[in-house]
């Protein structure tokens, strides 16, 4: 079973689980601020759902690509909507600041690093 790694938790789930519905299982916030009331329930077309991921998961979706042209996302290729994940191995999520978690955080520069590892 995939385990997905969030803000210092895991949680196994099945493969194929749909990421948002996995996360909002954590302890840690998957939205940030206001964006926990104010958002698309999974639809796609809100983009507060916005995380950085490193793992195995789907290509991005038709709404997905379609939300991401919008801004704040607008020109960043490397977020991943959770609604539009599928969870098929482990995964580490790092989440942004900001109502739509664009903003960068430390973590996020911390994956970054260990992809330009050897
Ligand atoms: S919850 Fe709105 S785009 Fe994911």
Not at 62 to 79: C, I
Request: proline fraction near 7%.
């Amino acid at each position: 079973m995939p385990v997905i790694h969030y803000q210092g938790y895991q949680i196994s789930c099945e493969p194929g689980e749909n990421l948002r519905k996995a996360l909002l299982s954590f302890p840690a916030p998957l939205y940030n601020g206001m964006s926990e009331y104010l958002n698309c329930r999974g639809l796609g077309s809100c983009g507060t759902c916005a995380v950085w991921i490193k793992g195995i998961s789907n290509k991005k979706t038709f709404m997905e690509k379609w939300r991401l042209k919008f801004p704040p996302h607008r020109g960043r290729t490397d977020f991943r909507l959770a609604c539009q994940v599928r969870v098929w191995g482990d995964l580490e999520i790092v989440k942004g600041e900001g109502f739509w978690g664009h903003k960068e955080p430390v973590e996020k520069r911390k994956i970054n690093e260990s992809q330009n590892q050897p």
